[in-house]
């Protein structure tokens, strides 16, 4: 194999990190950015309908969730403190506020995280995204 060949087959394999964490925060395909990563609310497609990027390799298994846990958690519960200590609104004020504001944010943010892990996942070419070797 020469240099060249060399240069040329990476310069093929290379996929950037970042373009392809905001296509899938944004719910699109991670090569094109064009076709939708999800056929559902969070179902991922097995291919692109545009690039026809195969997209069943994926393994985002209880990743998104987790992040989504951690993300609202870290958010909400200084919030939960800084308006308790604050004002000191009715319990069940408080609760009804933050719990409707956790379940949205949740519900916001699970879609999104699972379409960077699966474009991180492409990216780096890990769970059968790379090329056979």
């Not at 559902?40 to 291919?47: E, N, R, T």
């Not at 390799?57 to 990743?63: F, K």
């Not at 604050?86 to 719990?99: A, D, N």
Request: charged share 20%; net charge positive.
């Amino acid at each position: 194999m020469t240099d060249q060949s060399i240069v040329e087959a990476v310069a093929a394999d290379d996929r950037p990190l970042r373009p392809a964490l905001l296509r899938g925060w944004r719910r699109k395909c991670p090569n094109c950015g064009s076709g939708p990563l999800l056929k559902g609310y969070l179902k991922v497609a097995d291919s692109c309908s545009v690039c026809r990027q195969e997209l069943h390799h994926h393994r985002a298994d209880d990743g998104p969730a987790y992040l989504t846990i951690l993300i609202v958690g870290h958010l909400m519960a200084p919030l939960l403190l800084f308006v308790f200590e604050t004002w000191r609104p009715e319990p069940l004020t408080l609760f009804t506020i933050f719990s409707v504001g956790c379940a949205a944010l949740s519900l916001y943010l699970l879609p999104r995280l699972k379409g960077a892990i699966v474009a991180y996942q492409w990216a780096r070419q890990l769970n059968g995204f790379g090329s056979p070797a």
